[in-house]
C-alpha cells in the first residue's frame, strides 16, 4: 500500500519560501506523476502542479513564477518550494499520486494526511 | 482554466438516504471527471474516475454518472463513514481543477 507524508514547517514568514518534502514508502517513485495539491481554510481544492519520476514538471501558471517541484529518487521523496509567500498561501498542502492511464484518464490515486502551513509575521 | 461548479455546497442527509451531488464543467471535459472524500485530518479518498469507473475497493454504494460537462455523484444508501466533504476535479487540461466541494452532514 503506497502511503505518502508531507512534513515541514508549519509557519512561515510573509515574503520568504515555504519548503515541503513527502515521503512516499510502500512503493518507488519511479514510473510515476506526483503532485502538490492544497487547501486554503474554507476554500476548494488547488492543483499546485506536478513531477514526472524523471523530473519533467508542469506547474499550476497562476504560481509558477514562484514554484520548484523536485523529486529526488534515490531517496523516494518529493518536494516543493514556493517563494514570496503572503498569507494568501496559507492552506494545508497535500502530496499525491498522479495516475495516468493507458485509456487516457489521469486521476490522484493515493493522498497524504495533508499539513498545514500558515503564512503570518 | 476550466472552472468546476458543485451543488449543493452542503447538504444534510440521514442514514439510508440516496443522495447525488451534481458538478458542472464550464466546458466540455468528455469524461474526464474524478471524485474525492475529504475527512478532516485524514488523506483524502479517491472514488470514481472517468466519470463513473468505481475505484477499486469503493463500495458500490458510490456511483458516478454524466459526460461532456453535467456529472452527478450518487450515494445509494448513506452510512456513517460517508458523512465527509466530497469534490469533483476535471483532468481533461491543466491546470488541473476542482469543484469547490459539497458538504454532507448528518440531519
Known amino acids: 500500500q503506497v502511503q505518502l507524508q508531507e512534513s515541514g514547517p508549519g509557519l512561515v514568514k510573509p515574503s520568504e519560501t515555504l519548503s515541503l518534502t513527502c515521503i512516499v514508502s510502500?512503493?518507488?517513485?519511479?514510473?510515476?506523476?506526483w503532485s502538490w495539491i492544497r487547501q486554503p481554510p474554507g476554500k476548494g481544492l488547488e492543483w499546485i502542479g506536478y513531477?514526472?519520476?524523471?523530473?519533467?514538471?508542469n506547474y499550476n501558471p497562476s504560481l509558477k513564477s514562484r514554484l520548484t517541484i523536485s523529486v529526488d529518487t534515490s531517496k523516494n521523496q518529493l518536494s516543493l518550494e514556493l517563494s514570496s509567500v503572503t498569507a494568501a498561501d496559507t492552506a494545508v498542502y497535500y502530496c499525491a499520486r498522479l495516475k495516468s492511464t493507458v485509456g487516457g484518464s489521469k486521476y490522484f490515486d493515493y493522498w497524504g494526511q495533508g499539513t498545514l502551513v500558515t503564512v503570518s509575521s | 482554466d476550466i472552472q468546476m461548479t458543485q451543488s449543493p455546497s452542503s447538504l444534510s442527509a440521514s442514514v439510508g438516504d440516496r443522495v447525488t451531488i451534481t458538478c458542472r464543467a464550464s466546458q466540455s471535459i468528455y469524461n474526464y471527471l474524478n471524485w474525492y472524500q475529504l475527512k478532516p485530518g485524514k488523506a483524502p479518498k479517491f472514488l470514481i474516475f472517468a466519470a463513473s469507473s468505481l475505484q477499486s475497493g469503493v463500495p458500490s454504494r458510490f456511483s458516478g454518472s454524466g459526460s461532456g460537462t453535467d456529472f452527478t455523484l450518487t450515494i445509494s444508501s448513506l452510512q456513517p463513514e460517508d458523512f465527509a466533504t466530497y469534490h469533483c476535479q476535471q483532468s481533461y487540461s491543466t491546470p488541473y481543477t476542482f469543484g469547490q466541494g459539497t458538504k454532507l452532514e448528518i440531519k
Open positions: 510502500g512503493g518507488s517513485i519511479s514510473g510515476y506523476y
Open positions: 513531477i514526472y519520476y524523471s523530473g519533467t514538471t
